[in-house]
């Protein structure tokens, strides 16, 4: 049987490799925000993971208000830097109940926030990005200061922003961010829980 | 209030305090030893949310500094870390007994 061609990639194997040995935890953010344009990359990359049986049952909640970051900052002792997003990766018992996926014995959901995680946080490395992985927070302080819903159980908070002596390059803040894909505007909300990006 | 008092504002204090309980949380569940890296974060805290409020103290500023240094060390330099422990409560201690002694 003859093997099947080779595809094209885009990313030459050898620099991704690089991008991985090279990615370290970012706990000091620069107050600079991140641009739109690079904040839809990279939760696209997290909308491109994994996903057991693809149920896709996890959903991505992006926070930039300052005022909420600081209040999950509150409740989350594993915030060590003040970011200037956050992206709250949540599973939707709703979409779980609707796979039927039984959330308390199935580990393929917890899983599947690693990937989404470690896609988002590959996809960041390679922007310029500092990413900080939190999972030291109360479920329940978070879910009440960003008021989610009750089908909403947050698993994991990803720290984003451009890391502290880092300036953001010029003209970042003039890039037009591309529309919402499909998978955008199926898994990701902005600020607030069932709102999705626009 | 002079530089040696600080007022915390209730603001600050209700973090502080979220922070707290929110560690008491995940003590629960988290390795043991984390429970040590909680409660000299909060002390870190504690000391800056003093110092913002204007207390005039930089020996608390130099401690909070070495304290924001060396928490790091739990996830690099396990074995620097755990020395600093007894060495930041024996600095506080020390500290706290020169109060005693200037206040007569």
Known sequence: MNAPPARPSPVEAGGLLELLRRRRVCRRFSSHPVDERRLRMVLE????????????IHRLLLVRDRRRIDLVRAVSPGMLGLPTALVVICTDLDAAARAQVRVDRDTTTWIDVGTAAMNMMVEAEALGLGTCP????????????LELPPPAVPEFVLQIGWPAGAEPPAGTGT???APAGRRLRAFVYAERYGTPLA | MSGSEARLERKAA???LAHLLASAEICAFEPGFYGTFRLLDAASRLAGALLEAGLDDPWLGRLRDDIEAKKVLLMSDREAYFAFLPEAARRMAERLREEGEEGG
Do not use: I, K, M
């Not at chain 1, 990359?45 to 896709?56: F, K």
């Open chain 1, 45 to 56: 990359a997290g909308c491109w993971a994994s996903s057991a049986s693809n149920n896709r």
């Open chain 2, 14 to 16: 209700y973090r502080l």
């Open chain 1, 175 to 177: 890039l037009e961010p």
């Open chain 1, 134 to 145: 939190t999972t030291s927070f109360s479920r329940g302080g978070v879910r009440a200061v």
